[in-house]
């Protein structure tokens, strides 16, 4: 059983030498889980909210008797801690205190000049990292340099192929560690090298699983369940973050949950657990419940920038623009050239219509990460609502190209080509997006309307998809008024009947009104007065007498009728029925 004291053992001496090793974003995270741990309830207002998820809650949980000088070990997870590696024996001393300093410093190529003698494990990693980071440095000034449509290159990083050459040979001689281990695993990713990477990290994160950083580069390498499932990895907590996040890259979000569920036994006050939940909850779109957890993670972390694009996102759904300003303009104030507040900015001035501004916030977020996949999809949504067609694509591809699994950039190339009129184009892209996310009603619903266009005209194949939509939770309700429209189409009067009863009873549900109502209202007492069933007939007749106007006079027409089928001859008043 691995306790809160002996993980906190593990993350302290992580972090020191994450730190030592300048993998700053892995300490980072480290210290994030640290403090996750051992938050102290007297320095914080505790929170009454409970996020209901099934028979759990994903909240801060505050203990009056638990404090950081005395930990109760009462809750862990069991797992068999792995002992920290020792240190390097010859300490680099003078050299590697220059070389660090330089470092910091984006000297990298001095940094790895100064290391050029030194032999020890940590001493090379340093010095590859630093030449690794020399090349990204200048593959980035390249392509401010060389920049075409939309921000293409051709820039590459020149230093890879001798640090795959150098890295692999120390890999044979075993002179390098699991740090070595993890950059010539990042280096083999960008060679192409997928699986010879995927085994590389793997046997790093299994020598030492605390680097974050080792286990995000290999959850980009899995992109499908059976790649995941079939990784050799050790026992160890790391493990359950590691698959918590793959999980939810893969649309797996109840395993994920249950996961972060589960991490939450120790990580009780993790904000990175809690905005994890939160991206899962989004996935599921229960955009209140993702609301009311980040309205607490800000309040809990009122400085934070990271995710909070995502809260944006929300907050434009929802179409609260009072709010999304105020994010807005406090992302601004905190830090503005993060591509999440331009991405933020973005959404904001979409939401008020002002599409030229919002693609300008956009392309700011991607001048400071040319890989931030949310900011080309959204730019591409732009360009759809500007109806620059090619633009979009163009977008959208780019954000195909960063993640092959992202069902937002392949829907947005099916709309983009529908627009264009091309639906054997739009049907292709948009089967694409439901094989990433086969549960979302929207993606059958786009794929549906495909087949109905004059160039497919697939009646049979639309059905099958509004079938799947309605399977799929389809809480617009657009699946069913369609399945009854072509099933009246295609002469099938009972199957449209049970669709237009469905979609009536859904409309009655949410208390909504509209000319779906009555369509269904019209062929429903129509239906049913053909086939001399004349009391059901007359309850959607007497329905339809509480609309003004034509809907009315229809509904006085179909009461006249039945009287007649009644009676079996014409009726000459009116008297006896309540008009």
Known sequence: MVSKESCRIEIRAAIRQLSDRCLYSAAKWAGEQLVGIEQDPSNFTPSNTRFQRGSSSIRRRFSTSESISTPQPTVGFSQAASPLPEEDEVIDGDLYLLAKSYFDCREYRRASHVLRDQMSKKSIFLRCYALYL???????????????????????????????????????????????????????????????????????????????????????????IEILNGLNLSNHWMKDFFLGNAYQELRMHTESLAKYDYLQGI??????????????????????????????????????????????????????????????????????????????????????????????????????????LSAWTLMGHEYVEMKNTPAAIDAYRRAVDINPCDYRAWYGLGQAYEMMGMPFYALHYFRKSIFFLPNDSRLWIAMAKCYQTEQLYMLEEAIKCYKRAVSCTDTEGIALNQLAKLHQKLGRNEEAAFYFEKDLERMDAEGLEGPNMFEALVFLATHFKTHKKFEEAEVYCTRLLDYSGPEKEKAKSLLRGIRMAQTGFPSMDMEHFPL
């Open 134 to 224: 020399a090349g990204e440095k200048r593959k980035e000034e390249e392509m401010i340099e060389l920049e075409g449509p939309l921000g293409k290159s051709d820039a590459i990083n020149r230093e890879l192929v001798s640090l795959e050459r150098e890295l692999s040979a120390l890999k044979r001689t075993g002179a390098i560690d699991s740090f070595g281990l993890y950059l010539y695993g990042v280096v083999l990713k960008e060679k192409g090298n997928e699986t010879l990477a995927r085994a590389t990290l793997v046997e790093s994160v299994n020598s030492y699983p605390w680097n974050w950083s080792a286990w995000t580069e290999l959850q980009s390498l899995c992109t499908s």
């Open 267 to 372: 990580f009780s006050f993790s904000n990175y657990i809690q905005a994890q939940t939160a991206k899962a909850q989004y996935s599921l779109r229960e955009f209140d419940q993702v609301e009311i957890m980040f309205e607490e993670l800000l309040r809990n972390d009122p400085y934070r920038v990271e995710d909070m694009d995502l809260y944006s996102n929300v907050l434009y759904a929802k179409e609260a623009c009072a709010a999304l300003s105020y994010l807005a303009h406090k992302v601004f104030l905190t830090d503005k050239y993060r591509p999440e507040s331009c991405c933020i900015i973005g959404n904001y001035y979409s939401l008020k219509g002002q599409h030229e501004k919002a693609v300008m916030y956009f392309r700011r977020a991607l001048k400071l990460n040319k890989k931030y």
